[in-house]
Nanobody, 120 residues
Framework: QLQASGGGLVQAGGSLRLTCAAS????????MGWFRQAPGKERELVVG????????LYADSVKGRFTVSRDNAKNTVYLQMNSLKPEDTAVYYC???????????????WGQGTQVTVSS
């Protein structure tokens, strides 16, 4: 019910926009999150948003560089990533749930992940 895409290889300082296509109950979830997982590291929340209140939760490392948005007509959520750094390299996942939290276990729906690689 969630499908992430848009990853790729980009040079440091560049930008990418990830897309999460949602269907069914996943898109009606009030909370959407983007997570990432680098090799050997735990999955971490990049940004979460509660649409009904507009409240957000960002990882400190991406504040001011990443922005989440959505297009209701297309049932799609976006993650705009600017000023990318090599440490942003990871597999990125979109997720949906009812709680705005950094804890991945609280999210009910997950996309398959898309690889983002930032070269130095």
């Amino acid at each position: 019910q969630l499908q992430a895409s848009g990853g790729g290889l980009v040079q440091a300082g560049g930008s990418l926009r990830l897309t999460c296509a949602a269907s069914g109950r996943s898109f009606s979830s009030d909370v959407m999150g983007w997570f990432r997982q680098a090799p050997g590291k735990e999955r971490e929340l990049v940004v979460g948003i509660r649409w009904s209140r507009g409240s957000t939760l960002y990882a400190d490392s991406v504040k001011g560089r990443f922005t989440v948005s959505r297009d209701n007509a297309k049932n799609t959520v976006y993650l705009q990533m600017n000023s990318l750094k090599p440490e942003d390299t990871a597999v990125y996942y979109c997720a949906a749930g009812d709680r705005l939290t950094r804890y991945s276990g609280s999210y009910d729906y997950w996309g398959q992940g898309t690889q983002v690689t930032v070269s130095s």
